[in-house]
């Protein structure tokens, strides 16, 4: 039957479960707008700046596991969502970006709005692909879908020609497109780590998507037998924690910090994440921040089954119970006087938080003073900023409320940061959103004083 090409697109993905689509279109997206609206399935929500539309993907991901869809303008559409879609990237969050360009035999005429909007793509996604013909659509969306939905989490755009949106075309949509699983670890890799784990001065190493209750429960029972060190990356993607919950060491920010917190390790085992290094060069500083003495094994990344391979060295280990000093205990006593700050908040926030809240963290340097008592509270998921590009935390919120609806959220945002995607605001009333912002007034650019 005849079909239009966008609507073709916009069925695609919602028959592979796609749910939201965090939209500010233009000209030449219009019948993908059309589309959108055709298809109720689908849940439309605008945004008034490309940043929050991409950093609310990134949320909406890091909470639900799957990829929502960016229907974006053009190349300076994709250029201001790019901060928030390098974040996304940091933190291997699924994300599909619709990017509307001009109609095929338009380009040519080089109008205000041309760019290079396959270069744009390129340093911006993991996957990219351009339409070249209105009839492969659906297939396009397909292979979109399996590239995002990857199980470490990537990018992928879909570059449309308008011409091509508006074409009808008489193909049925593809069917579902099945997704890789994650690959096997060898059991040889598995067993080798373990022999690391029960050494002097080890350290299990565990990032990405392995940090949620089940993985750090797996992880606190390896370690009650081997007494490794249980650690996980300054800034991740997802992490539970809580009072009750099993308890992670967080890599210092800072690099002299981090190094001393390293130091005299003798073997590292790494699920989910990489040998940490220094956010920035510094003169006769270290870069790489394990110590050089060290024996580091990366056991899988997060393509990798890394649940199975946990459960197989907690099998090794033979535990049967969590040591209660790898378990978090709760804060008890609220503050009830004294000024409203930053060392203040933390214990407040960790007396006061509900249940099962969701934290989104750009607090950047108020944030080292409240994380800490925040690990106090009830059981809650943490969302940091895992590309340090500042001007995440509001919309990340958003997708974050839009995956959970039933739980509460909480930002936790440096000022600063805060006006990066202030828009933000306008998406969580219109949506009307569970969402409380606790912005922290600095009013000074903290991290550079710090720096100097």
Known sequence: MKLNASDSLIKTLINNGLEVVFANPGTSEMHLVAAIDHN??????????????????????????????????????????????????????????????????????????????????????????????????????????????????????????????????????????????PKSVDCNDIAKAYDLLKKEKSMLFIGGRFLDEKCLKLASHIASVTNCRLVTDTFVPKIRRGAGLPIIEQVPYFAEMAELFLADTQSIVFIGSRPPVSFFAYPDKKSFLSPDSAELFELCSNDDDGISALNELKDLSGSTKIDEKFIQSYIGDVPTSGDLDATTLGPLLAGLMPE?????????????????????????????????????????????????????????????????????????????????????????????????
């Open 356 to 452: 099962d809240s969701i934290v989104s963290d750009e607090a950047t340097t108020s944030s080292l003073l409240v994380s800490p008592f925040a690990l106090q509270a009830k059981p809650h998921d943490w969302l940091a900023l895992c590309g340090g590009s500042i001007g995440q935390g509001l919309p990340l919120a958003i997708g974050a409320s839009l995956a959970k609806p039933d739980r509460p959220v909480i930002t936790l945002h440096g000022d600063g940061g805060a006006m990066y995607t202030v828009q933000a605001l306008w998406t969580q009333a219109r949506e009307n959103l569970n969402i409380t912002n606790i912005i922290f007034s600095n009013r000074s650019y903290e991290i550079l004083k710090i720096e100097l």
């Open 40 to 181: 109720p399935q689908v849940r439309p929500v605008l945004g008034l700046f490309e940043g929050v539309v991409s950093g609310a993907a990134d949320g909406y991901a890091r909470m639900s596991g799957k990829a929502a869809a960016n229907l974006l303008h053009l190349g300076p559409g994709l250029g201001n969502a790019f901060a928030n879609i390098h974040n996304a990237r940091k933190a291997n969050s699924p994300m599909i970006n619709i990017v509307g360009d001009h109609a095929s035999y338009h380009l040519k005429h080089n109008a205000p709005l041309t760019s290079d909007l396959d270069g744009l793509s390129k340093v911006s996604s993991d996957w990219v692909r351009r339409l070249d013909d209105p009839r492969n659509i659906s297939k396009l969306a397909n292979e979109a879908w399996k590239n995002a939905n990857s199980p470490s989490g990537r990018v992928a755009t879909m570059i449309i020609p308008a011409d091509y949106a508006w074409s009808d075309i008489d193909i049925d949509i593809e069917p579902k497109i099945s997704i890789n699983n």
